[in-house]
């Protein structure tokens, strides 16, 4: 059994900033990756960033220079700290997990970001 847990997600004002954190817990022999989605009211859910169990990092281009995405190999803990908030960023987050001998991803229950003056 695996859990996400996440936090930090929230109301801010344009320009702003939030930390996202996301604790993984259970089964967990060898990680793949760590990640972020997003999903905006009627549209498809999206990456935003994800980083390797190396430390290599992927961005989607809308979000590159803007969020930073790190993670705690030792508690299995990843963080999404977004600055220069728009309200485009205005979505739900989805913490994923890639794990070895799964064939599936894992998620976690979502966080609501709104970005709004």
């Known amino acids: 059994q695996v859990q996400l847990v996440e936090s930090g997600g929230g109301l801010v004002q344009p320009g702003g900033s939030l930390r996202l954190s996301c604790a993984a817990s259970?089964?967990?022999?060898?990680?793949?990756?760590m990640g972020w989605y997003r999903q905006a009211p009627g549209k498809q859910r999206e990456l935003v960033a994800r980083i390797t169990s190396g430390g290599t990092p992927q961005y989607t281009d809308s979000v590159k220079g803007r969020f930073t995405i790190s993670r705690d190999n030792g508690n299995n803990t990843v963080h999404l700290q977004m600055n220069s908030l728009k309200p485009v960023d205005t979505a739900v987050y989805y913490c994923?997990?890639?794990?070895?001998?799964?064939?599936?991803?894992?998620w976690g229950q979502g966080t609501q970001v709104t970005v709004s003056s």
């Open positions: 259970g089964n967990i022999f060898s990680v793949i990756a």
């Open positions: 994923n997990l890639e794990i070895q001998g799964s064939g599936f991803p894992y």
